[in-house]
């Protein structure tokens, strides 16, 4: 073992220093494993048996357990656990030595981790691709979260930070805890997008899904946060021109078919000129299963940094050969949230409705269970919006009139039907339908008669 990988000298003094003040032992938090050293470990052990009963520690207890044990001996007798207080300059920088053990022990667990790795890439197991990266990034997670120290924490130390963060809403009464959503009367419903939640966002084809999570992402990176868009629907480039176009309120299938006129393609040129400096980052990459959408996140919140991701969509991840449709939706649905905790920000993942919520040309607003295979997407969502346009459907109702549904919320008011507009040729959600729509005047069906045949 490299000499790297561990320290003698700080595992002896801190044996020596749990042997003259054993009562801090304790609240150090080690494990047996820590140590390097099979004889620590076997000392360590015996002094945690001695603890657990609250029996006396010193050298000749200590001793008397590993004499019991039959491991005395291996131990190097009384006269090494003596020479374990000998070597330790002062039980009051026990807390030190500690760390300087646990150091060591969290790099042997990397080393141990990339062996691992290797196996994995061998793939000796006959995993898929897919599988060997959840693997590997399982592995190194708990050891980040020890690194980190991820524990649990006293309620009143919880409950204090939440006090704080109320002291300060009350300070600024109805001001927005999360991230802009783009749409004021979402941003009134759900206090903007929640750092450290799912959030889902469901509907039909064509209901636009999409646009929803992108004015978020636009509204984010228009207030300085930094945005990650998993886009598995659309490129680089089709995404690009849709956020320029809606910044600029310019008709999108006029764009793409070149009859824009000479202000529109002002606006448009300086549109995209704001578009290119928001902080926006597109991954556009095809087949991306859900370990990888994972993994590349964490890369770029550890390269520059991240505040929202958007993930569009769930349906067209790449799915393990061997996995069931909704068990592999419901693993996805559990790293997207794992995702969110993590990193602390907002996830919004785009998911598709089934057929039921329009069968047979009776339209009806969707409900929860009309999320494809939505078992564990809908209970792992802290926040799921449906999305409906009744107006899409041919009848007479107005196409522009939209109906955003907080079908869930965790910490708010669920149920909510909440009405703006629709903007088809911006791909944009607004406060109000279009003021200048009418309904069409019907016209007679003609009869087939001629005049003066009736």
Request: hydrophobic fraction near 45%; aromatic fraction near 4%; proline fraction near 4%.
């Amino acid at each position: 073992m490299s000499e790297r990988l561990y320290n003698v000298a700080a595992e002896q003094a801190l044996l020596g220093g749990a042997l003259l003040a054993p009562e801090r032992l304790a609240a150090l938090e080690l494990a047996q494993d820590d140590f390097a050293i099979d004889t620590h470990r076997l000392v360590f052990a015996a002094l945690g048996t001695l603890l657990q009963h609250g029996l006396p520690v010193d050298a000749v207890t200590v001793a008397q357990v590993l004499d019991e044990r039959g491991e005395l001996a291996r131990c190097g007798g009384l006269a090494y656990l003596g020479s374990l207080v000998d070597a330790t300059p002062t039980a009051a920088n026990i807390g030190r030595y500690a760390d300087i053990v646990r150091e060591h022990a969290l790099a042997r667990r990397l080393a141990s981790v990339g062996v691992e790795l290797q196996a994995l890439a061998a793939n000796a197991d006959g995993l898929s691709l897919a599988e060997r990266i959840e693997r590997g990034m399982a592995a190194l997670h708990a050891i980040t979260g020890e690194v980190r120290g991820d524990e649990a924490r006293p309620v009143a130390q919880a409950l204090a930070h939440a006090m704080q963060q109320l002291d300060q809403r009350r300070l600024h009464p109805g001001a927005r805890s999360g991230l802009p959503t783009g749409l004021a009367v979402l941003d009134e419903a759900l206090l903007g997008y929640q750092r450290g939640e799912l959030i889902v966002i469901a509907g039909r084809p064509s209901m636009g899904k999409t646009a929803l999570a992108m004015q978020g992402a636009e509204a984010a990176a228009r207030a300085g946060l930094r945005v990650l868009v998993f886009s598995l629907e659309m490129s680089e480039a089709q995404l690009g021109l849709r956020l320029a176009a809606g910044r600029a309120r310019i008709n999108l299938r006029k764009l793409l078919a070149g009859e824009l006129d000479a202000d529109e393609a002002q606006r448009l040129q300086l549109a995209a000129a704001d578009v290119a400096g928001w902080p926006i980052s597109i991954d556009a990459s095809a087949g991306l299963s859900a370990a990888q959408v994972r993994a590349r996140a964490q890369r770029h919140a550890l390269r520059h940094g991240v505040d929202l991701i958007v993930i569009d969509h769930l349906g067209l991840l790449a799915m393990p050969g061997h996995e069931q449709r909704a068990q592999a939706l419901g693993h996805a649905s559990k790293a997207f949230k794992a995702l969110a905790k993590q990193l602390q920000v907002p996830v919004l993942l785009v998911s598709q409705l089934n057929r039921d919520s329009a069968k047979g040309g009776q339209v009806r607003a969707p409900t929860l269970t009309d999320i494809r295979d939505s078992g564990c997407v809908e209970e792992d969502a802290d926040t799921v919006l449906l999305l409906h346009r009744p107006g899409y459907y041919g009848n007479d109702r107005n196409p522009g009139e939209a109906e955003i549904i907080v079908a869930k919320q965790r910490m708010g008011e669920r149920g909510q039907h909440l009405q703006c507009g629709w903007r088809g040729e911006w791909t944009r959600f607004t406060l109000q339908p279009d003021p200048h729509w009418r309904r069409p005047t019907p016209q007679p069906r003609y009869s087939g008669l001629g005049e003066g045949e009736l």
